[in-house]
């Protein structure tokens, strides 16, 4: 599967962001997908994780209550909408997907990315 991640920009602190991730190929609904985050000069973190059918999800503490995840099988696309957002934000931010259940918070456990889309919160 491919995916390309878009909907990042410049906002201001407490502004709403909503990045899109979008895959190809037919098997979408059988992949689990994740949102990841790399701010400059940190390793990759983990974001936002949904299972294939999109009952279940899970969060960073960071994000809980002011980032949600959902995705949209028949358009085989994944959302991250961002509200609340805050400087500390600030990253540039990856989808990615692997086969299976349930949804999956470290990066190893993930095969296909996306290259990644740029989030700048101001204060």
């Known amino acids: 599967v491919q995916l390309q991640a878009f909907g990042g920009g410049l906002v201001q602190a407490g502004d709403s962001l909503r990045l899109s991730c979008a895959a190809s190929g037919r098997t979408f609904s059988s992949y689990s997908m994740g949102w990841f985050r790399q701010a400059p000069g940190k390793e990759r973190e983990f974001v936002a994780s949904?299972?294939?059918?999109?009952?279940?999800?899970y969060y960073a503490d960071s994000v809980k209550g002011r980032f949600t995840i959902s995705r949209d099988n028949a358009k085989n696309t994944a959302y991250l909408q961002m509200n609340s957002l805050k400087p500390e934000d600030t990253a540039v931010y990856y989808c990615?997907?692997?086969?299976?259940?349930?949804?999956?918070?470290?990066?190893?456990?993930?095969?296909?990315w996306g290259q990644g889309t740029l989030v700048t919160v101001s204060s």
């Open positions: 949904i299972n294939r059918s999109g009952g279940s999800t």
């Open positions: 990615a997907a692997r086969s299976g259940s349930y949804y999956y918070t470290v990066n190893s456990e993930y095969d296909y």
